[in-house]
């Protein structure tokens, strides 16, 4: 196993870690199936409001390549489709019966898997509900089936700091990992698996196989473990640049797919909230986040991630791609002479509170603490980017309209951390700059 | 209960926004506001947490950090007033006569600052931006106790005017505002700003010049260091600064304790000022070890040349300034070796212009995008490309 290395991000030290038990959670009167949360997606509705749909029955599809579907999490009528800005498809929410009724597919075992037609595979995959879980790189698109990708990174651990313990997810799931693997050995011969140092010891508890098969362990700095932030480590040449990636949950929910011929519905969520701890949870996809959260803390948001993510809704279903909840309070609105406190309790990058002083968790609150203004040239972004970017001259450079500097300048290597926003004291939202500008030179490109 | 404070701002918003009477003087309502009531939004896009420090409080520090030379400038000036005047005063009368001289020059530059400021802030529908709290402290230390005000008002309108805002304000400008400012009154009117014009006070008694330890050089054979001593210009005098010079920058000590608090917090960045600092070391150790030239400053060691005129001022408040110098940490390495370089060429080249840091940091604020733009081009092609 590999040790990366990673000097710059963010190193941890918040509060909030959930509670590594693990409680069931009952069936919601409602799931939902999101589309918030894909990237590069046109979605197609396929079904009616009223009309009824089984465990696994395609809800909507991708109009790029309409043989991918996302499937139904639960059985029940079409409640009803949600729609967002500009009339683009985001929800599709079912209300459930209690039973499941499942579209069967033929199981295969293990044997099965390598002996299968590469395209039926796909084809199944894709049919199932299941083959989005393969991304690629640089845009993060669905992986591209008819390519042959020098790379695929298995990332054990999620998007978050608290995103849910690879063990917890293994539990039971040995198997199922296992025909994972087997799915990603017929597209590529280099397999790069990657986990968090502390998350090693639950994964070794769970099976020691599945630990001898980790190639890579990331250090406890954020965003170490990220997709994306690996692959600028291990990456040798240009032909990685299209590498796949696949996390944890996504993989094992392939393996149990095709070992069951059945939508996989479980799965691990973890809940974060100012002062209280709570477990993983297991539960269906698509939760309704009531359900997960119960009422919603007033002045507060909730997201998907603390540093990447999305804000969710009040009544927002969580989507296929997301399995953490952070609860993150409001600060002071606004502070008396906030500019010139102390500071024993505001975590920085800077070591201009004396919060640097001491190793204590950090509360972080979700606003932005200051006003924007013109970027000063300090290099903090510089300073904390996981990909050796300088994000402030790719800023500058996507500003001029020098998009060809800007990719120079590695603009397609931005893992989407967040931390350059997060350090900036100007206050520029550096992440969506660059987020914003890949995107757009991705569907140029297309 | 409603803070009392919070109470007016809340009262008087309607008649600065939206359609309120005072509109235009928005800007003014809202950095008062602000100064006294930090804001804080909620983030809208990720991240959706966010470091504490603002610009406000990066501002503040460099404030901070100047308040040492600030203080000690005007006790020293006080302290040499009471010199020139022959006497010998208590410490606090020459932090009253310090006081007299040196904060008509703080106000002023302040408020003709913050007018133009305002004025442009106005005319571009920007808030006011804090940098100028630095900018407006710098340019007054940079100063001999003696200018006369209306130029202190010429000369910060100038660094505001031509050193920033033509550029497109803060953050784009290429040169230092308050050296802009400085420069543009020491080639404007060099009488107030060079020869014997750095002691406050009239009655000059014999034996007292009004000159900086820069003007002093050797005479018939006599070794530059020695002349110094003889002037009253010795190691530790320069070191802790009881001697004529710009209101802050005559104490080595004051200047290095900003730079230390500079440094801790990681407001400016240590390569330019520890590159600085080499730069200078190393080039006057070079210079001294070339034989000849004993009266003149080539032989006056890093010392000498550390601790005397502006060069620790200027390393630490002026050259850090992270606008105008480069943004890449190479970059930064080599501007501030360059600044130290080229201070010592000037002082040893050319008596006839001795204060030499400044021209060497606004000559490399020029070069300070090239740099960039060299260590970009080097860094892009070690990347793996990735389009
Ligand atoms: S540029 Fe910003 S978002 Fe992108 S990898 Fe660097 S720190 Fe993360
Ligand atoms: S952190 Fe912000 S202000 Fe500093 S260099 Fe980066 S973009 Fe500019």
């Known amino acids: ?446 | 209960m409603k803070n009392p404070l919070k109470k007016i701002f809340d009262d008087t918003k309607p008649f600065f926004t939206g359609d309120g009477k005072y509109k235009k003087y928005e800007p003014i309502w809202d950095a008062t506001k602000t100064f006294f009531f930090l804001p804080s939004q909620k983030n809208s896009f990720m991240p959706f947490v966010r470091d504490h420090l603002d610009l406000k409080r990066y501002m503040s520090i460099v404030v901070l950090s100047l308040l040492p030379v600030t203080f000690f400038g005007i006790y020293n000036t006080g302290y040499q007033a009471g010199i020139g005047a022959g006497e010998s005063w208590p410490v606090t009368q020459c932090f009253l006569v310090g006081a007299c001289y040196v904060l008509p020059i703080i106000i002023v530059s302040y408020a003709v600052g913050f007018a133009w400021e305002f004025l442009f802030a106005v005319i571009r529908g920007h808030n006011i931006s804090e940098g100028f709290l630095v900018t407006g402290l710098l340019f007054p230390l940079t100063l001999p106790p003696t200018i006369p005000l209306w130029q202190v008002a010429l000369g910060i309108s100038f660094g505001v005017i031509i050193g920033k805002e033509v550029f497109g304000g803060t953050g784009r400008n290429i040169l230092n505002p308050a050296l802009t400012g400085r420069a543009f009154l020491f080639f404007s009117y060099p009488v107030s700003m060079s020869g014997d014009v750095w002691v406050a006070g009239k009655h000059l008694v014999d034996g007292v010049t009004g000159a900086t330890a820069l003007s002093v050089t050797g005479a018939g054979g006599q070794s530059i260091t020695a002349a110094l001593g003889d002037a009253g210009y010795s190691l530790g005098q320069l070191f802790t600064g009881f001697v004529p010079g710009s209101v802050g920058e005559t104490s080595a000590l004051c200047c290095l304790f900003g730079a230390a608090i500079l440094m801790v917090t990681r407001i400016a960045n240590y390569r330019v000022i520890i590159g600085g600092i080499a730069g200078l070391v190393i080039t006057s150790v070079i210079v001294y070890l070339i034989p000849g030239g004993q009266e003149s400053w080539s032989n006056a060691g890093p010392l000498y040349h550390l601790c005397a005129g502006g060069f620790l001022f200027g390393i630490s408040f002026m050259a850090t300034d992270p606008v105008s110098a480069p943004g890449t940490n190479p970059g930064r390495w080599i501007f501030g070796a360059a600044i130290g370089f080229l201070t010592v060429i000037i002082r040893v080249g050319n008596p006839a212009f001795m204060e030499g840091v400044m021209l060497a940091i606004l000559f490399m604020n020029v070069f300070a995008p090239l740099l960039d733009h060299l260590v970009l081009k080097y860094k892009s092609s070690k990347r793996i490309p990735n389009v």
């Open chain 1, 1 to 446: 196993m590999k040790i990366l290395k990673i000097s710059r991000g963010f190193d941890l030290n918040v509060a909030e870690q959930p509670d590594l038990n693990c409680a069931q959670l009952a069936l919601p009167s409602s799931l939902g199936c999101c589309a918030g949360d894909i990237p590069h997606i046109r979605p197609k509705l396929l079904v009616k409001e009223g009309q009824r749909v089984k465990t696994g029955d395609a809800l909507f599809t991708d109009k790029r390549d309409t043989t991918i579907q996302y499937v139904s999490p639960g059985t029940g009528q079409v409640e009803k489709v949600i729609y967002g800005h500009r009339r683009r498809l985001m929800e599709v929410v079912i209300a459930t019966e209690s039973e499941d009724e499942y579209v069967e597919y033929d199981p295969v075992d293990l044997d099965g898997i390598i002996d299968m037609p590469r395209d039926a595979l796909v084809t199944v995959l894709k049919k199932g509900g299941l083959w989005q879980g393969l991304r690629q790189f640089p845009a993060l698109d669905f992986a591209d089936p008819d390519h042959s990708p020098a790379l695929i990174i298995v990332v054990m651990d999620g998007n978050d700091i608290f995103s849910p313990r690879p063990g917890i997810i293994l539990k039971d799931n040995i198997t199922a990992f296992e025909a994972g693997m087997a799915v990603l050995r017929r597209f590529s011969n280099r397999l790069a698996v990657v986990c968090r140092k502390s998350s090693l010891e639950g994964i070794r508890e769970q099976s020691s196989s599945v630990a001898d098969q980790i190639t890579h362990a990331a250090p406890d700095i954020y965003p170490a473990w990220l997709p994306g932030a690996v692959l600028y480590q291990i990456k040798q040449q240009a032909a990685e640049n299209s590498t796949w990636y696949i996390r944890l949950d996504h993989l094992v929910m392939m393996g149990r797919f095709l070992l069951s011929g059945r939508y996989p519905v479980e799965k691990i969520v973890t809940i974060t909230r100012p002062g209280e701890q709570h477990p993983h949870m297991r539960v269906r996809q698509g939760m309704p986040l009531s359900a997960l959260i119960g009422a919603m803390p007033g002045n507060s948001i909730v997201t998907t991630g603390r540093f990447n993510g999305r804000v969710l809704e009040k009544d927002a279903h969580i989507g296929f791609f997301e399995n953490t909840v952070n609860i993150i309070e409001t600060g002071p609105e606004e502070e008396m002479f906030g500019f010139a406190r102390p500071g024993l309790d505001k975590p920085t990058l800077s070591s201009t509170f004396l919060s640097s002083l001491f190793r204590r968790p950090a509360n972080m609150d979700c606003t932005l603490h200051g006003e924007t203004r013109a970027c000063i040239n300090c290099s903090y972004c510089e300073r904390i980017c996981p990909n050796d970017l300088m994000p402030s001259f790719i800023m500058k450079a996507l500003h001029a309209g020098e998009l060809e500097d800007a990719l120079a300048l590695g603009l397609m290597d931005c893992c989407r951390c967040g931390l350059c926003s997060f350090a900036c004291p100007s206050k520029i939202e550096l992440t969506r700059i660059l987020s914003d500008a890949m995107d757009a030179y991705y569907k140029d490109k297309q």
